[in-house]
């Protein structure tokens, strides 16, 4: 059973197999407890993150469709949103978002203890850092805290039109900066 695809794993899972279970968790943990600890930047809150992520992913098992990914995307995709979802609940002040920005690309590339699912996060921590500082938090707000356009605008009193702006550009930075790298 180690040797099992993922597909077959997240198969299995749903079915509520114990021994699926143990192999399919194993398999994740590391990856599903990284990105949780990447987001909610809190140990206990990313183990729980995790728990419901697997939680979620055992529930919506059934769901899954190897054509539309592979199933460890769409099981990051899983506990991403739901470390979104805890992040909000908890909250988590947007204001406190622009402090926290570069502190955040620092631990997403630095943290040791972290399994990334894309590999080395230096040089994604790089070309962060390389945007202009007022498009570099804005899309940290927008990607790693998920906050919305409309809520970035309201919370740090900026028109929704410059939000935007700011998202587009850097994301066609980021994007020119990393056309031809393989993923």
Aim: glycine share 6%.
């Amino acid at each position: 059973m180690w040797n099992a695809s993922d597909e077959a794993l997240v198969a299995g899972y749903a079915t509520g197999d114990p021994d699926v279970a143990r192999v399919f968790v194993g398999r994740f943990q590391d990856r599903v407890y990284g990105l949780a600890l990447a987001i909610t930047r809190d140990r206990q809150a990313a183990q729980e993150v995790a728990q419901d992520a697997f939680l979620r992913a055992w529930r919506y098992g059934a769901s899954y469709d190897p054509r539309r990914g592979s199933a460890t995307a769409w099981l990051l995709r899983i506990t991403r949103n739901a470390a979104l979802d805890y992040v909000r609940t908890s909250q988590r002040r947007v204001d406190h978002v622009v402090a926290d920005a570069d502190s955040a690309i620092d631990d997403m590339a630095g943290e040791a203890d972290v399994s990334s699912p894309v590999g080395d996060l230096a040089a994604i921590a790089d070309g962060l850092r390389s945007l202009p500082t007022q498009q570099r938090e804005t899309l940290m707000a927008a990607a790693y805290y998920g906050l919305t356009a409309r809520e970035i605008s309201d919370a740090w009193d900026i028109p929704l039109g410059t939000v935007k702006t700011r998202l587009r550009l850097a994301l066609a930075k980021l994007r020119d900066l990393f056309a031809g790298v393989a993923p």
